[in-house]
């Protein structure tokens, strides 16, 4: 974004009213507003073209970890999940992954599978600006946070930063994030052999979204909402408030791999001599396909590329890898922040 002028911008004062913060009250609000979803329709196909931008700061997407398992109540008919944020994110301690741990740890094939199903899988968010909505065009124009999964995440990289071969073959790195010189994404989802698939997924050519600079960063400001807000401790549930919810779901789980009562013994190790699950009665399979009432935000996509699928040798816990909390790239899209 060279040769623009941002000199006249009163950047400090529009960002001092800004007024976004995240409580922990929000953390457990699944119908928030302020999050953007593809749209699908009875095929599970759906698309939208959206604009990738920066938050208030620059800072392009943060990465998250996050548990989804569950189990089902039959007493009650009825499942039981746990889908939360890993505070591995920010480096704390995670009972999930302490689960996980132990159950790999027992050393066989059935406990290493038994143990994927508690493994932690990586989101990612960041800002968007909605400029086509077919499922549901009152979005269109308006700045929403977004959560993507690894996938795209590496075509966006790869848009961002190609390789030499590439290079050599013509391609230019494009702004992704730039409101002015960057490009637009057509999103395509699908459902190919029973997972969500993006492979179809569209770098469009660039263009810009604004009149000129002042314009950008107005909206960017007034709108977009910051990142470091989900990266902060009270954004986290704590590890006890996590082992409550995981001990709630792990009382009807029935593993599907393992001994019940060895797998027993591994939670009773984990969450506490007194943990009762209800391993001795296995006449109700875990259903696989969950199908939710509640927006797909609680639905953890399918991730295809599985978390922690090559974990570290069996003497070294996980909680113990460096978490990489906020991801910038080295590309210089954001550098009419950098200067403010």
Not at 129 to 136: A, F, L, R
Request: aromatic fraction near 10%; charge should be negative.
């Amino acid at each position: 974004m060279a040769g623009l002028d941002f000199g006249n911008m009163n950047w400090d004062s529009l960002e001092k009213n800004l007024g976004t913060n995240v409580t922990s009250k929000d953390k457990k609000n699944y119908n928030d507003e302020r999050i953007w979803k593809l749209g699908r329709d009875e095929n599970d196909n759906g698309g939208a073209i959206i604009r990738l931008l920066p938050d208030p700061s620059g800072t392009p997407f943060i990465q998250r970890y996050n548990h989804a398992f569950q189990s089902f109540d039959n007493v009650n008919k009825k499942k039981r999940w746990y889908i939360n944020i890993s505070p591995e994110t920010i480096g704390e301690t995670c009972p999930v992954s302490e689960l996980w741990s132990a159950l790999y740890n027992i050393g066989t094939e059935e406990g290493k599978k038994e143990a994927k199903k508690f493994g932690r899988k990586i989101k990612f968010m960041c800002n968007i600006k909605v400029i086509k909505d077919p499922s549901n065009p009152q979005n269109e124009g308006k700045i929403f946070l977004w959560e993507f999964g690894t996938k795209l995440k590496d075509k966006f990289m790869a848009a961002l930063q190609p390789s030499e071969s590439e290079i050599a073959m013509g391609e230019e790195p494009k702004e992704l994030f730039n409101p002015l010189t960057g490009c637009n994404v057509k999103l395509k989802i699908a459902k190919v052999a029973g997972y969500l698939n993006y492979d179809a997924t569209e770098i469009m050519p660039a263009s810009s979204l604004y009149r000129d600079g002042e314009e950008a960063k107005a909206d960017i400001i007034e709108n977009a909402h910051k990142l470091s807000e989900f990266m902060k401790p009270e954004a986290f549930e704590t590890y006890e408030e996590l082992k409550s919810k995981m001990k709630y779901v792990l009382e009807m789980y029935q593993p599907e791999f393992v001994d019940p009562v060895q797998f027993k013994n591994v939670v009773s190790t984990v969450m506490g001599a007194n943990m009762v699950t209800n391993t001795e009665s296995v006449q109700t399979p875990v259903q696989e396909t969950p199908q939710f009432s509640e927006p797909v935000q609680e639905t953890p996509e399918p991730v295809q590329t599985p978390v922690q699928e090559t974990p570290e040798p069996v003497q070294t816990p996980v909680q113990e890898q460096s978490v990489q909390t906020s991801t910038h790239t080295s590309d210089d899209s954001l550098s009419f922040l950098d200067d403010l």
